[in-house]
Nanobody, 124 residues
Framework: QVQLVESGGGLVQAGDSLRLSCAAS????????MGWFRQAPGKEREFVAA????????RSADSVKGRFTISRDNVKNTVYLQMNSLKPEDTAVYYC?????????????????WGQGTQVTVSS
């Protein structure tokens, strides 16, 4: 069992930066691939970024490529999402997720554990 707790969300202005953190419990964190998803009001939840078990491979959605960076620290059992040059359309609840498959996955259905989410609001 893995429990995930996100933090770092907030209200920022367009062009600002935020770093989200996702702290995971459990001794198997280092074997899991991790992902970030987001859900804007009235929209489906969508893939944002993912990282494989050792941090050697990452993948990002086209909408955030070049602005968002996913990383992980397997000693701290934490995955991060560095978000730069934020836009109003990035406003959403951001969710951290873990998959027992150690390689990158981009589909929600492939993830086994989810956090409660953290709100990010970007004003124009």
């Amino acid at each position: 069992q893995v429990q995930l707790v996100e933090s770092g969300g907030g209200l920022v202005q367009a062009g600002d930066s935020l770093r989200l953190s996702c702290a995971a419990s459990g001794r198997t964190f280092s074997s899991y691939a991790m992902g970030w998803f987001r859900q804007a009001p009235g929209k489906e939840r969508e893939f944002v970024a993912a990282i494989n078990w050792n941090g050697g491979s990452t993948r990002s959605a086209d909408s955030v490529k070049g602005r968002f960076t996913i990383s992980r620290d397997n000693v701290k059992n934490t995955v991060y999402l560095q978000m730069n040059s934020l836009k109003p359309e990035d406003t959403a609840v951001y969710y951290c997720a873990a998959t027992s498959v150690g390689v990158i996955r981009i589909l929600e259905a492939d993830y086994d554990y989810w956090g409660q989410g953290t709100q990010v609001t970007v004003s124009s």
